[in-house]
């Protein structure tokens, strides 16, 4: 009756969404921008779809930034497309994207403040992760994920943040006993801190949540510097097997006998 109605092609294109017929719905929302090139909410839907594909996440920012071009009102669209440039390891503009939620938006979801921290993280700017992780733990009290993402961040600002960072991990572990992410980090710290029987205790505990090459090869240090030879050689030996880059090196140096 009328194929000129930009509504009536992204209204039919959210059906397509909810049912889950993508094509369809990419299709009926490109109609709508043809029609009408300032309908900003069918380029956030149109951007939505995109965002949910691993490999669209370029054709997402685009056409989330035309969205927010033309005003498109609320937090989701900055989100959206901050988790986009995340993807894309564009961290500066996630980060950007971050900053007009918490500054302009004044946003009070712990979300954007763990997000733009690990946005920080991923660039090594830990200072300011810890930061943004502490905002968003008096948003949300004793969440494990932000727990382990600052004591990620306060392990890797050297051996002064360390009792901080092991404070950060024995609390996790007290909420989730089943965090091997929380029992992989007090590991480490109580290696680095030379705390080496408890080391092996906690990394065997992580070891028992998730054998990872990287918790192996940990403990395989801990074992050599509490002098327990043949465990050095077995941790290595399995590191080594699981793609440990290291523990190749070392399982040919040290367990050669």
Do not use: W
């Not at 930034?65 to 993807?87: D, Q």
């Not at 900053?99 to 763990?114: A, G, N, R």
């Not at 505990?205 to 918790?215: M, N, Q, R, V």
Request: glycine share 4%.
């Amino acid at each position: 009756l009328n194929a000129r109605n930009a509504e009536v092609f992204y209204q039919r294109g959210v059906l397509f969404a909810n049912q889950k017929k993508l094509p369809d719905a990419a299709k009926d929302f490109t109609s709508a921008v043809e029609i009408d090139p300032n309908m900003a909410k069918a380029f956030f839907d149109r951007g939505k779809l995109y965002a949910a594909q691993a490999k669209k996440q370029t054709e997402a920012v685009a056409h989330l930034s035309k969205a927010i071009t033309l005003k498109f009102p609320g937090e989701e669209v900055y989100k959206l497309r901050a988790a986009c440039y995340s993807n894309l390891n564009n961290n500066d503009e996630a980060i950007k994207d971050y900053i007009t939620l918490s500054d302009i938006l004044k946003s009070k979801d712990y979300e954007v403040f763990f997000l733009r921290g690990q946005a920080y993280a991923r660039k090594k700017d830990h200072a300011n992760a810890v930061k943004d992780f502490n905002k968003a733990l008096t948003l949300k009290k004793d969440d494990v994920k932000i727990l382990v993402a600052r004591g990620n961040s306060q392990f890797a600002l050297g051996k002064c943040k360390y009792p901080m960072a092991q404070q950060d991990f024995t609390k996790a572990l007290t909420l989730d006993d089943n965090s091997y992410e929380a029992a992989f980090g007090l590991g480490q710290v109580q290696f680095e801190s030379a705390k080496y029987p408890e080391g092996i205790e906690t990394l065997t505990k992580a070891i028992k949540l998730k054998p990872t090459a990287e918790a192996y090869y940990i403990r395989s240090k801990c074992h050599h510097k509490a002098g327990n030879k043949k465990n050095v050689c077995e941790d290595l030996r399995k590191a080594a097997e699981m793609g440990h880059p290291d523990a190749k090196k070392d399982v040919v140096v040290m367990c050669s006998e």
